[in-house]
């Protein structure tokens, strides 16, 4: 919910971003919770032994899942017009050269392994011969 509001936030119309993000989100999330409580409701008329282990479990859960709908669908919409656009959030500042930081260290780590293929080969095949050692009888 939040990434479809996020992506259509520009300055001045949080609240219209809003608006089309939930209803982009609100088909599949109903679908889906309606899916899981189907699910979990049928778990709670079980009978038997196992219902006395499962059937608060369904409980649970279907109510778990009814209040995660409720807050998606009403609460996050209407907290989300607060949300800051990428260019006033500091924190899109820091995760951006995170991203480019760790970004950097992979390329760095992939070129190594392409080019020391028979290292990490022979790497590779001592931690499986030290883990199939490691398996119990």
């Not at 919770?33 to 608060?56: D, P, Q």
């Not at 951006?96 to 392994?113: A, N, P």
């Amino acid at each position: 919910m939040l990434k479809e509001i996020y992506m259509r936030t520009h300055p001045r119309e949080s609240i219209r971003a809003s608006i089309i993000g939930a209803n982009e989100v609100f088909l599949p999330i109903v679908s889906s919770t309606l899916v899981l409580v189907a699910l979990f409701t049928v778990v709670f008329f079980m009978e038997g032994i196992a219902a006395r282990f499962f059937s608060s479990f369904g409980v649970v859960v279907s109510t778990g899942v009814l209040v995660s709908t409720f807050v998606a669908l009403t609460l996050t919409p209407h907290c989300s017009k607060f949300l800051k656009t990428k260019k006033e959030s500091i924190e899109y500042l820091m995760a951006s050269i995170g991203d480019s930081i760790s970004l950097k260290t992979l390329q760095k780590m992939i070129e190594w392994s392409l080019s020391e293929k028979k290292k990490v080969l022979s790497y590779a095949g001592l931690v499986v011969a030290y883990l199939l050692s490691a398996l119990p009888n």
